[in-house]
Structure formats: C-alpha cells, structure tokens
C-alpha cells in the first residue's frame, strides 16, 4: 500500500507527503530572499587633535539644509538627533543648539 498522498499547491504544481519529508516541497517565501546586505561606508577618522586647536581661523560652520540626507554626529556623547552643522576644515558634522555646543567643545577639546 502507497502511503503518499497528493497535494496540489496553489501555483497548479503537485507535491507528494514524500516531497514534505525529504524537503523537496518548492518554498516561495525562500525565492523572496532578498540578496547580501548593502556595505556600510566606513567612518572617516577624526582630525588630529592639533588640527583641530590651532587652526582656529580656518574652522568655519556650513549650516546644512534640512532637506538634506542626515549625517551621524561625530561628537562622542551627544544625544542630539540631526547635525545640522559641518566643519569645512575637518570634515565632520557637528550640531550647535541652546543646550549643547559639540562644536565648540569638540574644536576646544584635546583627547
């Protein structure tokens, strides 16, 4: 006596209880998978610390547009949630608001 049973999938194919068995059952949901993650970009390091301190002239605050692409602060610590502002001389987004200036402290600060 045959102990398989015939089953028709809603794509009009046919899969036996063997098929389930052995894992020959076609999955659609396994054909959805997405391909490999997109690389992340790696950050760009952090300037010397005396390229940041002495150049004091040189570093200039570019307001960014707010229609803009957010950017990750690179202040440790800071808790805000879009930088609104980048350093032309060092290459990194920093925020300045009432209650915080990472700017300033991030330009005054040696590591």
């Known amino acids: 006596m045959d102990s398989s049973h015939s089953v028709i999938l809603k794509d009009g194919k046919s899969a036996t209880s063997e098929d389930k068995e052995h894992g020959e059952e076609e999955d659609d949901a396994n054909e959805d998978v997405a391909g ?66 990472c700017y300033k402290i991030f330009h005054m600060s040696c590591k």
């Open 36 to 101: 490999p993650a997109p690389k992340r970009r790696k950050p760009t390091p952090l300037p010397q610390d005396v390229k940041r301190t002495e150049d004091g002239a040189k570093h200039m605050p570019e307001l960014v547009p707010s229609s803009t692409v957010r950017h990750r602060f690179r202040f440790p610590g800071c808790q805000s949630t879009n930088a609104r502002f980048f350093c032309s001389n060092c290459k990194v987004y920093l925020c300045i608001t009432q209650a915080r200036n």
